[in-house]
């Protein structure tokens, strides 16, 4: 029976975690941590019995002692509990579901703790990959990764592994607003953004699909964990999601791997890795399928990109600005106080006014985060 800790249950990644756990009958949760959505965390707790529980905030998990006083979990909160649930003695791997910066500290103490990295928390390695890939190699566990695009390509690279790689073909959707200029994007709405074609997943990170960002922290995900250069990455857009990713060897032969858009293939193959198992769900019909669309990303209206791109050739603490100031401006989209074209505004601002530290600590980059958020409250008055 394998024993897993799982950080973000609520959310869309953990959710279906938690459903292949349900389907497959042999993994058990020994720890949980969310956010604010206590209704549906104390249903999981009650389902899956873990052993440590974790909240943000300490007046939720006052509220969920109580509501849980029934059971035998130890109930946690703040920053001190992620860490306690990401280090869990029993655990064998710890899925980094959670959204944010936040993710940093829990995954480098689970490292700490020897566990295996389930990764779908991107900015972990977007800001700090120069701290956790040494950390993971020093600590000899795995990372794992959780994004389908970015377990497409470790499934396509793992049986060549001994061979060298001419580039990485990333794909993306498109977005909810592939094909639309800038005027469109003047007055479409967070409703809008929020109509993904293909995907179901959170919310910040359905905006970021939309602005062409998420696949440019993407990019520089993909860079840390296949150890390549910015220019061995291409983006291509695949609209219908059927190619998850492809690798280029330098005979010129290109691997894909193809599938349903479905996130609950790339979770099962982190958590058995390298074991395949039984997924249910849609499968490929070949034979309905007329064409595979091919299309050049749109840079100059969707900036998201490019901003990557140069983050990435700054390098140091440039990517740390560039996460930090689409977080910020992505919550103030849906909070209704900036318009979706002002993303784009908010991280050139940021990343123009900022200089950039090499190798920064994990202190640094965390301060780095604060002093991005108060240079676009202050400069944007947000």
């Given at each position: 029976?394998?024993?897993?800790?799982i950080?973000?249950?609520?959310?869309?990644?953990?959710?279906q975690?938690?459903?292949?756990?349900?389907?497959?009958?042999?993994?058990q949760?020994?720890a949980?941590a969310?956010g604010r959505n206590l209704?549906?965390?104390?249903?999981?707790?009650?389902?899956?019995?873990p052993?440590?529980?974790a909240?943000w905030?300490e007046e939720?998990?006052a509220?969920?002692?109580?509501?849980v006083?029934?059971?035998?979990?130890?109930?946690?909160?703040g920053?001190e509990?992620?860490i306690?649930?990401?280090a869990y003695?029993k655990a064998?791997?710890?899925?980094?579901a959670?959204?944010g910066?936040?993710?940093?500290?829990?995954?480098?103490e689970a490292?700490?703790a020897?566990k295996?990295?389930a990764l779908?928390?991107?900015?972990?390695?977007?800001?700090?990959?120069h701290?956790?890939?040494p950390m993971?190699?020093?600590y000899?566990?795995?990372?794992?990764?959780?994004?389908?695009?970015h377990?497409a390509?470790f499934?396509?690279?793992?049986?060549?592994?001994?061979?060298?790689?001419?580039r990485i073909?990333l794909?993306?959707s498109?977005?909810?607003?592939r094909?639309?200029?800038r005027?469109?994007?003047q007055?479409?709405?967070v409703?809008?953004a929020l109509k993904?074609?293909?995907?179901?997943?959170?919310?910040?990170i359905?905006v970021?699909?939309?602005?062409?960002?998420?696949?440019?922290l993407?990019?520089?995900?993909?860079?840390?964990?296949?150890q390549v250069?910015p220019?061995q990455i291409?983006?291509?857009?695949q609209?219908?999601?059927?190619?998850?990713?492809?690798v280029e060897?330098e005979?010129?032969?290109v691997l894909?791997?193809?599938?349903?858009?479905?996130m609950?293939?790339?979770?099962?193959?982190?958590l058995?890795?390298p074991?395949?198992r039984?997924l249910?769900?849609?499968?490929?019909d070949?034979t309905?399928?007329?064409e595979?669309?091919?299309?050049?990303?749109?840079?100059e209206?969707?900036k998201?990109l490019?901003f990557?791109?140069?983050?990435?050739?700054?390098?140091g603490s440039m990517?740390t600005?560039?996460?930090?100031a689409n977080?910020y401006?992505?919550?103030?989209?849906l909070?209704?106080?900036l318009?979706f074209?002002?993303i784009?505004?908010?991280i050139?601002?940021?990343?123009e006014s900022?200089?950039v530290?090499?190798?920064?600590?994990?202190e640094e980059?965390?301060?780095?985060?604060?002093?991005?958020?108060?240079h676009?409250r202050?400069r944007f008055h947000?």
């Amino acid at each position: 029976m394998k024993v897993i800790s799982i950080i973000g249950s609520t959310g869309s990644i953990g959710t279906q975690t938690l459903s292949i756990v349900r389907e497959q009958k042999d993994i058990q949760v020994g720890a949980l941590a969310c956010g604010r959505n206590l209704s549906l965390f104390e249903k999981q707790i009650r389902e899956f019995s873990p052993a440590v529980a974790a909240v943000w905030e300490e007046e939720d998990a006052a509220k969920l002692r109580l509501s849980v006083s029934d059971l035998d979990v130890k109930i946690v909160s703040g920053m001190e509990g992620l860490i306690e649930v990401a280090a869990y003695e029993k655990a064998e791997i710890v899925v980094t579901a959670i959204v944010g910066m936040i993710g940093i500290l829990p995954t480098i103490e689970a490292i700490r703790a020897g566990k295996d990295i389930a990764l779908a928390n991107k900015e972990t390695l977007v800001t700090a990959g120069h701290i956790i890939l040494p950390m993971a190699e020093k600590y000899q566990v795995k990372i794992l990764p959780v994004d389908s695009e970015h377990s497409a390509i470790f499934q396509c690279l793992e049986q060549n592994r001994q061979n060298k790689i001419s580039r990485i073909l990333l794909t993306a959707s498109g977005g909810p607003f592939r094909g639309k200029d800038r005027e469109y994007l003047q007055n479409v709405t967070v409703a809008d953004a929020l109509k993904h074609p293909n995907w179901s997943m959170g919310k910040k990170i359905t905006v970021d699909s939309a602005t062409l960002v998420n696949k440019g922290l993407e990019v520089i995900e993909a860079k840390w964990l296949f150890q390549v250069s910015p220019e061995q990455i291409e983006v291509v857009v695949q609209p219908q999601s059927i190619i998850h990713s492809m690798v280029e060897y330098e005979d010129g032969a290109v691997l894909a791997q193809l599938g349903t858009p479905d996130m609950k293939l790339p979770i099962q193959y982190a958590l058995y890795y390298p074991s395949r198992r039984f997924l249910p769900g849609k499968r490929l019909d070949f034979t309905q399928i007329s064409e595979i669309r091919i299309e050049k990303p749109d840079r100059e209206t969707f900036k998201g990109l490019d901003f990557a791109y140069n983050a990435l050739r700054a390098g140091g603490s440039m990517p740390t600005v560039l996460n930090a100031a689409n977080e910020y401006a992505v919550a103030a989209f849906l909070d209704g106080r900036l318009p979706f074209l002002g993303i784009y505004d908010v991280i050139q601002d940021a990343m123009e006014s900022h200089t950039v530290i090499q190798q920064p600590t994990v202190e640094e980059i965390l301060n780095i985060r604060d002093q991005t958020e108060e240079h676009i409250r202050s400069r944007f008055h947000l």
